[in-house]
């Protein structure tokens, strides 16, 4: 049986914000400045790989590297779809490296709280480097927005399971900077399709939503 005709290409944030909000689990959009790369199938409109800079203005200072030389893969939100989602990520890094040649590395997460162990990252030959540092929910909701609200006093704070960190080196210098950070994978619990970061069955779309070029330079 053929595959598709697969077709990756910049999209508006409406166009994004739609597919996050249909077709990941977490039915919302990151914050900050992104880059959103839509994804067709057969000329439908069937989901977006979306990379930004990440919560941490600090996260590549433990690898000598600048805000500018560092993102992170923040959303893949898919409809049903025929492609590997290894083959949609990786075509969407080559399209993000080409737009900002200045990017060395890339990072992102998975959670195990959602049954995500990496497996779409260890297909795609991501070092592991093993969990982030714990974070916690002020009574059900994040820590920073109830700091900004200043209502941390008296508040009880519930520790959330350490995410596991994965890293994709963007030229030969760097993979061998972090070569020595790499850890074994994590056990895959879930097959690869159910291991992308924010793939879900729920929805679909029926009519593309408008979808113009969107390039932001990160």
């Not at 689990?25 to 199938?41: H, I, N």
Request: charged fraction near 25%.
């Amino acid at each position: 049986m053929n595959k598709a005709d697969l077709r990756l290409d910049w999209c508006s944030h409406e166009a994004a914000k739609y597919a996050v909000e249909h077709w990941h689990y977490s039915r919302t959009m990151p914050a900050g400045k992104l880059v959103q790369c839509g994804v067709w199938e057969d000329g439908r409109y069937v989901g977006v790989v979306i990379f930004g800079r990440g919560a941490n203005r600090n996260a590549g200072s433990p690898y000598g590297l600048s805000c500018a030389e560092l993102a992170e893969l923040v959303r893949v939100a898919l409809d049903r779809h025929k492609h590997e989602v290894s083959r949609i990520a990786g075509i969407s890094i080559k399209m993000l490296h080409h737009q900002s040649p200045g990017l060395r590395l890339l990072f992102s997460y998975a959670d195990p709280s959602r049954g995500h162990n990496g497996a779409i990252y260890q297909a795609m030959g991501w070092i592991y480097v093993g969990t982030s540092h714990p974070q916690g929910d002020v009574m059900g909701e994040h820590k920073r927005s109830a700091s900004r609200r200043g209502s941390l006093r008296g508040a009880r704070f519930r520790p959330t399971i350490p995410k596991h960190k994965y890293l994709m080196p963007l030229d030969a210098a760097m993979r061998a900077q972090i070569a020595p950070l790499a850890k074994p994978y994590p056990k895959r619990v879930r097959s690869l399709e159910n291991e992308a970061p924010g793939t879900t069955r729920r929805g679909r779309c029926d009519s593309d939503p408008d979808a113009p070029p969107s390039v932001v330079q990160l």
